[in-house]
């Protein structure tokens, strides 16, 4: 079954650490994408590529940190800059096509800075 | 910049029907999506309106006005199972041939017996 595949689930992190965070995806989409969800709150975006080896930032890159160097995998680190970084963090694709709305999300990960 | 305006919480009966609307400001708009979010999941696509006008899938409809720059999300026959959270979403170009999608903060809903 085509999807994406966040790992992992669950993670601890002390301050001052970094955290890389997995996403996988076998829908051969072009389009990667990082958001951030907050208790209560919308889906910022964090990071996206379009393409392999290219990647814009979003709304909130600050302290964050991608690559994209397959098609299928576009991890995000969650670096000690990041003065926040307990969240919920969704990674989706989809085609980049202007005129499609639709994003295919994974479970999620969810981080939390002890 | 873009910000996109949805009512922080709603409640309806079941078996009701109930609209979530939706205001945007933005540059480079292309299209409106709506998101479905229960509690701890990831969010799924409901519909997304490129032109102006109705778009019906079985209980949920969608609809854009690009002159207004509003658009709904319509659910008839309230289910206990639609209580969750919904976004709306534009489709924007954010420059230099790329496209993103920006969310609203969420509009929670309740479906009550």
């Known amino acids: 079954d085509g999807g994406i595949t966040q790992s992992p689930k669950y993670l601890f992190r002390k301050e001052g650490q970094n955290v890389t965070l997995s996403c996988e995806q076998n829908?051969?989409?072009?389009?990667m994408y990082w958001y951030r969800q907050d208790p209560g709150q919308g889906l910022r975006l964090i990071y996206y590529?379009?393409?392999?080896?290219?990647?814009q930032k979003g709304d909130i890159a600050e302290g964050y940190s991608v690559s994209r160097e397959k098609k299928e995998s576009f991890p995000l680190t969650v670096t000690s800059a990041q003065k926040n970084p307990t969240a919920f963090y969704l990674c989706?694709?989809?085609?980049?096509?202007?005129?499609?709305?639709?994003?295919?999300f994974g479970e999620g990960s969810r981080l939390t800075v002890l | 910049g873009q910000s996109l305006e949805q009512p922080s919480e709603v409640t309806a009966v079941e078996g009701a029907i109930v609209q979530i609307n939706c205001t945007y400001q933005?540059?480079?708009?292309?299209?409106l999506s709506w998101y479905q979010q229960h509690d701890g999941g990831a969010p799924t696509f409901l519909s997304y309106?490129?032109?102006?006008g109705l778009e019906e899938t079985g209980r949920f409809s969608s609809f854009l006005s690009r002159s207004d720059s509003y658009g709904y999300l319509l659910l008839q026959e309230l289910q206990m199972k639609d209580s969750a959270s919904y976004f709306c979403?534009?489709?924007?170009?954010?420059?230099?041939?790329?496209?993103?999608?920006?969310f609203g903060k969420g509009t929670k809903l309740s479906v009550i017996p």
């Open positions: 989706a694709s989809s085609t980049p096509d202007r005129y499609t709305g639709e994003l295919f």
């Open positions: 829908l051969n989409h072009d389009a």
């Open positions: 590529s379009q393409i392999v080896n290219d990647f």
């Open positions: 933005t540059s480079g708009f292309y299209g």
């Open positions: 309106n490129a032109l102006d």
């Open positions: 979403a534009v489709r924007e170009d954010s420059g230099a041939g790329s496209y993103q999608l920006t």
